[in-house]
């Protein structure tokens, strides 16, 4: 597959001018923008909600791809489709009911993603993968911006990558979401990456352009 994709994380942007923080990536390029949302118990922060998706969806037309950190996220569903969200991926350790919430994100006409984290295996790819379209690799532990990759997670990259093939699934993208920065990107790339959320390692410079082309460049080396 060659799809590639740099999603900026909005984590790491300033919240307080995010209007020109989303043009800013935006202009260096990007097409895809990714939304975290944390609800104060799946992971320990809080962000945001649909009302910021809706104030993004009126101004960009980029694809939001938003992550749902979120215990039950079935109950809130509606609400970021509602919001105009192109992408919804809702964690597999946060409903008893993970099959269900994919087809209810696919049968609005959505793109559904489900996210695993990094203790999580791939055991449930069987029997999920027919529901979805993109599979969210957490490879640090979801909550906060600015960690340190952890190396177990590349090969489970790999090891998704060698099963969807298997499963008939090759088209299905593989997120890797936390510690991706110049040092990282290539190795989860070659494992059978294709969608690089990358929070710090964008937003914490202040030439956008230069940031995102850096990435670029070490994702071809
Ligand atoms: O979902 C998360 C954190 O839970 C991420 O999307 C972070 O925002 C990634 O930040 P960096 O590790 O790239 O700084």
């Given at each position: 597959?060659?799809?590639?994709?740099?999603?900026p994380?909005?984590?790491?942007a300033?919240?307080?001018?995010?209007e020109?923080?989303?043009?800013?990536?935006v202009?260096?390029?990007?097409d895809?923008?990714?939304?975290?949302?944390?609800?104060?118990?799946?992971?320990?922060?809080?962000?945001m909600?649909p009302?910021?998706?809706s104030?993004?969806?009126?101004?960009?037309?980029?694809?939001?791809d938003?992550?749902?950190?979120?215990?039950?996220?079935e109950?809130?569903?509606?609400s970021?489709?509602e919001?105009?969200?192109d992408?919804?991926?809702?964690?597999?350790?946060a409903?008893?009911h993970?099959?269900?919430?994919?087809?209810?994100?696919?049968?609005?006409?959505?793109?559904?993603g489900?996210a695993?984290?990094p203790?999580?295996?791939l055991?449930?790819?069987?029997?999920?993968?027919?529901?979805?379209?993109?599979l969210?690799?957490?490879?640090v532990?979801?909550?906060f911006?600015?960690?340190?990759?952890?190396?177990?997670?590349?090969?489970?990259?790999?090891?998704?990558?060698r099963?969807?093939?298997?499963?008939?699934?090759?088209?299905?993208?593989i997120?890797?979401?936390g510690?991706i920065?110049?040092?990282?990107i290539?190795?989860?790339?070659?494992?059978?990456?294709?969608?690089?959320v990358a929070?710090?390692?964008?937003?914490?410079h202040?030439?956008?352009?230069?940031?995102?082309?850096?990435l670029?460049?070490?994702l071809?080396?």
């Amino acid at each position: 597959m060659n799809v590639t994709k740099i999603a900026p994380s909005i984590l790491s942007a300033d919240f307080g001018c995010l209007e020109k923080e989303v043009a800013s990536v935006v202009d260096a390029g990007c097409d895809w923008i990714h939304i975290d949302v944390m609800d104060g118990h799946f992971v320990p922060n809080i962000t945001m909600g649909p009302l910021v998706v809706s104030a993004l969806r009126r101004r960009f037309r980029c694809t939001l791809d938003v992550h749902l950190m979120i215990e039950k996220p079935e109950s809130m569903i509606p609400s970021f489709v509602e919001a105009g969200a192109d992408v919804i991926t809702i964690h597999q350790e946060a409903t008893h009911h993970p099959h269900r919430a994919l087809q209810m994100i696919r049968s609005s006409g959505l793109r559904a993603g489900l996210a695993i984290n990094p203790g999580t295996g791939l055991d449930s790819l069987p029997y999920l993968v027919g529901e979805m379209d993109l599979l969210l690799i957490m490879t640090v532990n979801p909550g906060f911006g600015g960690q340190t990759l952890i190396p177990a997670t590349v090969s489970k990259v790999a090891s998704a990558r060698r099963q969807l093939v298997e499963l008939g699934r090759g088209d299905v993208l593989i997120e890797v979401d936390g510690g991706i920065n110049e040092q990282t990107i290539r190795e989860v790339y070659e494992a059978g990456a294709n969608v690089f959320v990358a929070g710090s390692a964008v937003f914490d410079h202040s030439d956008r352009t230069d940031a995102v082309a850096r990435l670029t460049k070490a994702l071809a080396m």
